[in-house]
């Protein structure tokens, strides 16, 4: 099993630009989640999803879209990058009720 | 917020000592997980205790929940060098479908 992947692990972008963070997972979790961590700061919850077509807000949504058209995938789509965005990106997947399974980040930086 | 807090935020002691970070929280839980986060890493699961557990241990890892005060402590008994590292906290309240709540953690140092 390749757990939960991330790509890109790097990227470097201009403000008003757009991209997507993409998330997989082999593992047939319900559970998919968003995250990202500011410097010396825990993580923050972006967007997660309970199961395929089914998605919610988190406590910091704004500026993040999110899909779940499989069970596998989760990308992460920014609208229009701005410096606030600048962090580390995580993404995880986990069964209802158990722990969570990490991918190795993204970090990504607007300019 | 429901957030967890971790306390201490930073922590340093030798190699062979126990180290204890504890964890307060503000609303009732469904489980309490502790994750380890080593620099520019992402978590790795350490121990999940559900709120009707009071104790858990897993090789030198003791994770105690204490419901009615709201709290959590891990003890790392005889650490080691590769116990340096974050250590967070995350609570899953009662609400529906998966929605984690993680503390800023503690930075656990160990010195040779």
């Known amino acids: 099993n390749a757990g939960v992947t991330q790509t890109p692990k790097f990227q470097v972008l201009k403000t008003g630009q757009s991209m997507t963070l993409q998330c997989a997972q082999d593992?047939?979790?319900?559970?998919m989640s968003w995250y990202r961590q500011d410097p010396g700061m825990g993580l923050r919850l972006i967007h997660y999803s309970v199961g395929a077509g089914i998605t919610d807000q988190g406590e910091v949504p704004n500026g993040y879209n999110v899909s779940r058209s499989t069970t596998e995938d989760f990308p992460l789509r920014l609208l229009s990058a701005a410096p606030s965005q600048t962090s580390v990106y995580f993404c995880?997947?986990?069964?209802?009720?158990?722990?969570?399974?990490f991918g190795p980040g993204t970090r990504l930086t607007v300019l | 917020s429901q957030q967890g807090e971790e306390d201490p935020q930073a922590l340093s002691i030798q190699e062979g000592e126990n180290a204890t970070m504890n964890c307060s929280y503000k609303?009732?839980?469904?489980?309490l997980q502790w994750y380890r986060q080593n620099s520019g890493r992402g978590l790795v699961h350490l121990i999940l205790i559900r709120s009707n557990e009071r104790e858990k241990h897993s090789g030198r890892l003791r994770v105690t929940l204490d419901t009615s005060k709201k709290s959590s402590s891990l003890l790392i008994t005889a650490s080691r060098a590769a116990d340096t590292a974050s250590y967070f906290c995350a609570t899953e309240f009662n609400n529906y479908g998966q929605n984690f709540v993680f503390g800023p953690g503690t930075r656990l140092s160990v010195l040779p």
């Open positions: 995880a997947s986990s069964y209802a009720g158990a722990e969570q399974f």
């Open positions: 593992m047939n979790h319900e559970y």
């Open positions: 609303t009732s839980i469904n489980n």
